[in-house]
C-alpha cells in the first residue's frame, strides 16, 4: 500500500529515505533493485531517522524521513531546531495519517511549512512543490499524505508541476554533495540563533507568497456561507450548497487567497483537526463562525489510579512519564506515583530521565512494558549502578511494591 508514496518520492529524486515503519522499509527495500541512487534505512525511532534525513539535507542530498502523524511528534526536539538552521538540500517529512492524528498544529508550532495531500494526485504534486520550496528557501517541508493516498485518485485530476525550476543552487542539480562549514547557522548558538530567527521569518513570508498559487488549493463559489477546509473528512455536515475552499498549503496560510474568500461569504464555518491551525491564522474573524476559538471551555482530567497509586503515562512524548513523576515526588514526596512507559520508549530518551532520578534521589515505581528488551535494559541501569529491579507475571502484583522506599523498576509485558 505504501508502493505510490515511496515511488513518487524517488521519481522526484529523493536519495536518502528513512522510516520506523517496516512494511515502507520493506517497500523501500525492494525498490532500491530498481533505482540504484536510492538508500533507505529502517530506524530505532522517529529521532534517529528524522536525524539522518536532516544530516542528509545538510549536505545537499534531497532526502525523507516517513512516519505516522503521531510518530513525528516524537522527533519534535530535532524538527523544532531544523526550521531555524534549515537545510541545504531538499528535505520532505511525510507524515501518513492512519489516526485522527494531525501533524497541522506543527506549522505554527515549527515555522516548518506543512501540505496536505489527500490523493495520489495531490501527493505528487505536494512531493514536487515540497522539494522546489524546500531547496529554494532551505528549509524541510511537512506533507500530510492520507493512509489511502495510494489507491484514492484526485476529483479535481491536476498534474504535478516539476519542481526543478525552482533549484536555485546549480550544484544541487549536479548531484553533488555540498557542505559549506558555517558555525553561524549550524551551530545555532543564541548570537547566531537569532539572525536565523530573522532569516526564518523573511523565508515564511516568502513561501507564503509561494502558496497563494499552488493548485492545491481550489476554490468553489455556490451561495454566500463558505467552508474553508483541508480535506472531504467532515464536510458532511455542511450543505452541499455551502461555498468551499479547499487549502492544502495549511502553513504558512495564503492569506490573500482567504482572506478574499472570506469577503465574498456572509458567514465561513473552518473544518479542520482538534486545533485551530487554520483559524489561529486568519486576522480578521469577524465573520467566522467558531467551534473552538474562544468556546474551548476547561476541562479536569480525572486523575488515574491503580493498585494503590497514582499514574502518570507517556502524555508528553516517549518516557515523558519518568521525568513528570520525578517532578510530583520533588513537589509532593508523600504521593505514591507509579509511572509507566515501554522499553523503546525507555531507550529512546528515558534513559536520561532515569539518570536524573537517580542523582536527585526521586523514590517511585517505574513499570517499563514490553517482552524483548529487558536484560538489555537491566544491563544499562546496572552500568548507572541501579539493580532493584522486577519482573512481573501478572499486573496485580504491582499492589506489593506500593510502599517500596525507593526508587523501583519493574519489567512486565502486555498493555495496561
Known amino acids: 500500500m505504501y508502493d505510490h508514496i515511496c515511488t513518487t518520492l524517488i521519481d522526484n529524486g529523493a536519495r536518502l529515505v528513512y522510516t520506523v515503519n517496516r512494511a515502507i522499509a520493506a517497500t523501500l527495500k525492494?525498490?532500491?533493485?530498481?533505482?540504484?541512487?536510492?538508500?533507505?534505512?529502517?530506524?530505532?525511532?522517529?529521532?534517529?531517522?528524522?536525524?539522518?534525513?536532516?544530516?542528509?539535507?545538510?549536505?545537499?542530498?534531497?532526502?525523507?524521513?516517513?512516519?505516522?502523524?503521531?510518530?513525528?511528534?516524537?522527533?519534535?526536539?530535532?524538527?523544532?531546531?531544523?526550521?531555524?538552521?534549515?537545510?541545504?538540500?531538499?528535505?520532505?517529512?511525510?507524515?501518513?495519517?492512519?489516526?485522527?492524528?494531525?501533524?497541522?498544529?506543527?506549522?505554527?508550532?515549527?515555522?516548518?511549512?506543512?501540505?496536505?495531500?489527500?490523493?495520489?494526485?495531490?501527493?505528487?504534486?505536494?512531493?514536487?512543490?515540497?522539494?522546489?520550496?524546500?531547496?529554494?528557501?532551505?528549509?524541510?517541508?511537512?506533507?500530510?499524505?492520507?493512509?489511502?493516498?495510494?489507491?484514492?485518485?484526485?476529483?479535481?485530476?491536476?498534474?504535478?508541476?516539476?519542481?526543478?525550476?525552482?533549484?536555485?543552487?546549480?550544484?544541487?542539480?549536479?548531484?553533488?554533495?555540498?557542505?559549506?562549514?558555517?558555525?553561524?547557522?549550524?551551530?545555532?548558538?543564541?548570537?547566531?540563533?537569532?539572525?536565523?530567527?530573522?532569516?526564518?521569518?523573511?523565508?515564511?513570508?516568502?513561501?507564503?507568497?509561494?502558496?497563494?498559487?499552488?493548485?492545491?488549493?481550489?476554490?468553489?463559489?455556490?451561495?454566500?456561507?463558505?467552508?474553508?477546509?483541508?480535506?472531504?473528512?467532515?464536510?458532511?455536515?455542511?450543505?452541499?450548497?455551502?461555498?468551499?475552499?479547499?487549502?492544502?498549503?495549511?502553513?504558512?496560510?495564503?492569506?490573500?487567497?482567504?482572506?478574499?474568500?472570506?469577503?465574498?461569504?456572509?458567514?465561513?464555518?473552518?473544518?479542520e483537526g482538534p486545533y485551530p491551525a487554520i483559524e489561529l491564522q486568519i486576522h480578521d474573524r469577524s465573520k467566522i463562525v467558531s467551534a473552538k476559538m474562544g468556546s474551548m471551555q476547561k476541562r479536569t482530567k480525572p486523575q488515574e489510579t491503580m493498585y494503590g497509586f497514582d499514574v502518570v503515562r507517556d502524555t508528553l512524548g516517549p518516557a515523558s512519564s519518568i521525568n513528570m513523576a520525578h517532578g510530583i515526588k520533588k513537589t509532593e514526596p508523600e504521593r505514591k506515583i507509579l509511572a509507566i512507559t515501554f522499553e523503546d520508549f525507555f531507550l529512546h530518551s528515558g534513559m536520561p530521565a532515569f539518570v536524573n532520578t537517580l542523582y536527585n534521589g526521586s523514590a517511585y515505581v517505574l513499570l517499563i512494558l514490553g517482552d524483548k528488551k529487558e536484560e538489555e535494559i537491566k544491563k544499562v541501569m546496572t552500568g548507572f549502578g541501579f539493580s532493584n529491579t522486577f519482573h512481573i507475571g501478572t499486573f496485580s502484583e504491582i499492589e506489593r511494591f506500593k510502599d517500596a522506599q525507593g526508587l523501583t523498576v519493574l519489567f512486565g509485558k502486555g498493555i495496561i
Open 30 to 271: 525492494r525498490l532500491e533493485g530498481e533505482y540504484p541512487s536510492i538508500h533507505s534505512d529502517l530506524s530505532l525511532n522517529e529521532k534517529i531517522a528524522f536525524e539522518l534525513a536532516l544530516t542528509g539535507a545538510f549536505s545537499s542530498k534531497r532526502t525523507a524521513c516517513l512516519f505516522s502523524t503521531e510518530g513525528i511528534y516524537e522527533a519534535i526536539d530535532p524538527l523544532m531546531s531544523s526550521a531555524y538552521t534549515g537545510v541545504i538540500g531538499g528535505f520532505l517529512i511525510v507524515c501518513i495519517k492512519e489516526t485522527e492524528e494531525d501533524t497541522t498544529p506543527l506549522g505554527l508550532f515549527s515555522k516548518l511549512p506543512v501540505i496536505v495531500a489527500e490523493s495520489q494526485d495531490d501527493f505528487k504534486r505536494a512531493v514536487a512543490f515540497g522539494y522546489g520550496i524546500s531547496e529554494k528557501y532551505e528549509i524541510p517541508v511537512i506533507v500530510q499524505a492520507e493512509v489511502d493516498t495510494a489507491v484514492r485518485s484526485s476529483e479535481f485530476g491536476v498534474r504535478s508541476k516539476k519542481s526543478e525550476s525552482l533549484i536555485q543552487n546549480p550544484e544541487l542539480k549536479s548531484g553533488k554533495s555540498v557542505f559549506n562549514k558555517n558555525p553561524g547557522r549550524w551551530a545555532a548558538t543564541p548570537k547566531f540563533r537569532f539572525q536565523l530567527h530573522k532569516e526564518l521569518n523573511e523565508k515564511i513570508d516568502k513561501i507564503r507568497s509561494e502558496f497563494e498559487a499552488y493548485e492545491g488549493n481550489v476554490k468553489t463559489i455556490r451561495n454566500k456561507t463558505g467552508v474553508i477546509t483541508t480535506g472531504h473528512s467532515g464536510l458532511e455536515f455542511f450543505d452541499e450548497d455551502a461555498s468551499l475552499l479547499f487549502v492544502s498549503t495549511v502553513h504558512p496560510l495564503p492569506l490573500k487567497l482567504v482572506t478574499e474568500f472570506i469577503a465574498e461569504m456572509n458567514e465561513v464555518f473552518i473544518s
